[in-house]
């Protein structure tokens, strides 16, 4: 199988989410502020941190690419999919669709890795608090962050390249709102029983690790802060803990449901992708905002108003 001879379709069309026509303009409005306010809420997180010098530490930093990811991920797919409800614009080229597959899956995965290094953070600032500050030194919380980056770019090459050496020569609807794998899957003029075993493998494997080390780090992380004597000590570690484990379960629960069942059509799916390509990222600065003080009382500073939030 070798796509550049055998692949004949040069675009896609995306079937987009299924709704009576009347709906088009209402779900065109609700997506576009929900997009809004993605952009302006993790926006703010990224503008809050860069000019407040309190925040300038490790957890921070990679809040501060955690926010930056989730704009970029919505970006990859909420535009597209806009177009489609008012302007009937559901037609991507081929690379378009090759563009926007590795695209997704390069954040996706990069976020993955992010939240795993986020857990790592928390855990040596809570159970090695004495050896925190020589170990997560700048040079190395930037060398871990282009870490992040750099795997979730190997891991897309891998996946990508893997889907379009397959021959694509008709059907050419795309039944989902953007060009993924499941998606792509099932129009490649191929046996694809092998792809689907290893976006299984490859997707899984990575997922579960990740997720393990994340409980792993957090195991520790709550037996270090029932050891805490004091309360208002124990409430403000379990406080900041518990926004990123948080976040963690919301994004890794919906994965988990796609991408282990990559020969899934039921009607579900799309809603359960819809909600981490579109909710999830509007969801992180919520969550990281109401639950963590030290970003409340930044963004208080910030309004230009003393910080008088509780201690």
């Known amino acids: 199988m070798h796509s550049g001879n055998q692949t004949s379709v040069s675009h896609f069309i995306l079937v987009g989410l299924h709704h009576p026509p009347q709906l088009g303009v209402p779900l065109f409005l609700a997506f576009l502020v929900i997009y809004a306010l993605t952009v302006c809420g993790n926006g703010l997180i990224i503008f809050?941190?860069?000019?407040?010098?309190?925040?300038?530490?490790?957890?921070?930093?990679?809040?501060?690419?955690?926010?930056?990811?989730?704009?970029?991920?919505?970006?990859?797919?909420?535009?597209?999919?806009?177009?489609?409800?008012?302007?009937?614009?559901?037609?991507?080229?081929?690379?378009?669709?090759?563009?926007?597959?590795?695209?997704?899956?390069?954040l996706g995965c990069t976020e993955c890795f992010l939240y795993t290094l986020m857990a790592y953070d928390r855990f040596l600032a809570i159970c090695k608090p004495l050896h925190y500050a020589t170990i997560m030194t700048r040079n190395v919380c930037n060398y871990l962050a282009l870490g992040t980056w750099l795997g979730g770019t190997l891991h897309s090459l891998f996946q990508t390249s893997f889907i379009f050496r397959l021959p694509f020569c008709g059907p050419n609807q795309v039944d989902y709102f953007f060009c993924d794998i499941p998606a792509m899957l099932r129009l490649a003029c191929a046996d694809i029983t092998i792809n689907e075993l290893v976006t299984f493998v490859d997707i899984g494997f990575l997922a579960l690790t990740c997720f393990m080390l994340i409980l792993t780090s957090y195991g520790y992380i709550v037996v270090a802060i029932l050891r805490i004597q004091s309360t208002d000590g124990r409430r403000n570690a379990f406080s900041t803990c518990a926004a990123h484990l948080t976040v963690v379960i919301v994004y890794y629960v919906p994965c988990t449901f796609i991408y282990l069942r990559p020969g899934s059509q039921e009607p579900l799916d799309r809603v359960v992708a819809v909600f981490y390509t579109v909710i999830t990222p509007l969801l992180n600065p919520i969550v990281y905002t109401l639950r963590n003080k030290e970003m409340k009382a930044a963004l208080w500073r910030l309004g230009g108003r003393k910080d008088v939030l509780p201690h």
Not at 62 to 85: N, Q, R
């Open 48 to 106: 809050t941190i860069l000019v407040d010098t309190r925040l300038h530490h490790p957890m921070y930093w990679f809040l501060c690419h955690l926010s930056f990811l989730d704009v970029t991920i919505s970006s990859a797919i909420v535009p597209k999919m806009l177009a489609g409800f008012v302007l009937d614009s559901r037609v991507i080229s081929f690379g378009g669709c090759v563009i926007q597959l590795f695209s997704f899956h390069f």
